[in-house]
């Protein structure tokens, strides 16, 4: 698992463009990363939508939870205005619509959010919508919800699963080994990545990925770590500060 991590797109390239639109995506890969990560939520008829927040109000022209809603309501919000007005025209993109935006081989971190809102059905809605893309593209379904993980596992057991976490674990490769799913990547804010952490993962056969890391000096450590993957919001001063190491 060595070598230069790769470089994941946190909701896009969304320092330069509004958080998980095609409009972040579509940059991010333009800035020269290996793919990206965006959040998942279930809408009120059953269809997956990109969005960060369980409701609307922060980042969109609407207000409430994003489940009350339908998919036609949400594509009639703007996802972008919020951001700048040259960005007014992006909605609240579908899952279905945004794998077709990569190119084949690029990794796409699918982030299911369930909770506070709850989503019945979530884990095999997504292991359902990613299966036909499973080949064309690197996918990886995480969450911080390590039950919906092993609800997509039953689903399409094919799929890579990664397991976020934000607190300080006891024994992080100990608890992954007693999940009743296979793990292929521990997804990990960037302050608690450690060498030793990665040797242990490494050793379970299981990848590392950092969240979310924009500064110099916070990239650099990571490397100097091994770890696999950096979830940055900028993905293109990362992709430059990399180049000029090798
Ligand atoms: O997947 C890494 C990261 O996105 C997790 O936190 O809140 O930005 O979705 P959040
Ligand atoms: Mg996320």
């Known amino acids: 698992m060595a070598g230069r991590p790769s470089i994941v797109a946190h909701r896009g390239a969304s320092a330069d463009a509004p958080e998980n639109t ?49 998919m036609a309501e949400l594509a009639g919000l703007s996802a972008g205005a919020w951001f700048s007005s040259r960005h007014a025209g992006e909605t609240v993109p579908e899952l279905a619509d945004v ?11 699918v982030e299911i959010k369930n909770g506070p809102v709850w989503y019945d059905g979530i884990g095999s809605a997504v292991a359902e919508r990613l ?33 976020l976490y934000e607190a300080v674990l006891y024994d992080p490769v100990g608890y992954l080994r007693r999940l009743p799913y296979p793990v292929g990547s521990l997804h990990v804010w960037h302050h608690l990545v450690t060498s030793e952490l990665v040797h242990a993962a490494h050793a379970a056969g299981v990848k590392v990925l950092a969240y979310t890391a924009d500064r110099e000096e916070d990239v650099r450590r990571l490397v100097a770590c091994g770890a696999d993957g950096i979830i940055t919001n900028a993905p293109g001063a990362v992709v430059r500060l990399l180049r000029a190491e090798v």
């Open 22 to 70: 095609r409009a972040a995506f579509l940059l991010a890969m333009e800035q020269g990363a290996d793919g990206v990560e965006l959040d998942v939520h279930l809408t009120a008829d059953g269809r997956l939508c990109v969005i960060h927040d369980h409701v609307l109000d922060r980042t969109t022209t609407g207000t409430g939870l994003v489940g009350s809603k339908t």
């Open 99 to 109: 794998l077709s935006l990569f190119p084949a081989g690029a990794v796409v971190n």
């Open 131 to 163: 299966s036909p893309w499973k080949h064309k593209l690197s996918l990886i379904v995480s969450s911080f919800d390590h039950k919906v993980l092993e609800e997509v596992h039953r689903r399409e057991p094919d799929l890579c699963l990664g397991l």
